[in-house]
């Protein structure tokens, strides 16, 4: 009877420590370097709709967020690197990323749709009416952590 109660102690315990241990908070979890693996690009105007990849056969891409806020991101193309520094911040379930270039900044919010220790999904969508012509679109970005 002692050993029951001492083995339920010791896996509430490990219980205790795993849960606690384990962070779900995305500004926790977001922190590294994350390989984009698909970048789905999905625009729809005049009731036409076009998926298309934003990753050509051989390119890749990752961002790096820091614990300081911070990101820089690399874009191996087939032509060559192209590189970006900014900003971050994260409210519930979104993301906003103040990117900074030579004489602007460029500012996303995207919905942070999944996010785990290995994977994460994110989304940004517009629509738009102009002359009467509804334009829309949305990006899709899965990403695994390296």
Do not use: Q
Not at 6 to 33: H, N, Q, R, V, Y
Not at 53 to 62: I, K, P, Q
Not at 70 to 89: K, L, R, W
Not at 115 to 144: A, P, Q
């Amino acid at each position: 009877m002692k050993s029951i109660k001492t083995l339920a102690a010791i896996a509430f315990a490990a219980l205790t420590l795993s849960l606690t241990g384990c962070s779900k908070d995305p500004e926790d979890l977001i922190i590294g370097t994350w390989e984009e693996t698909e970048v789905t690009y999905t625009e729809t105007y005049n009731g036409n709709t076009e998926t298309n990849s934003m990753l050509e056969e051989g390119e890749t891409a990752e961002i790096t967020f820091n614990k300081d806020l911070t990101f820089s991101s690399i874009y191996h193309s087939n032509d060559g690197a192209a590189t970006s520094n900014g900003t971050y911040s994260i409210a519930g379930d979104k993301i906003t990323i103040t990117t900074v270039m030579e004489e602007d900044t460029d500012v996303e919010v995207y919905n942070i749709d999944n996010i785990d220790k290995k994977n994460m999904t994110l989304s940004i969508s517009e629509s738009m009416t102009y002359e009467g012509e509804t334009y829309s679109y949305s990006i899709k970005i899965v990403c695994k952590k390296k």
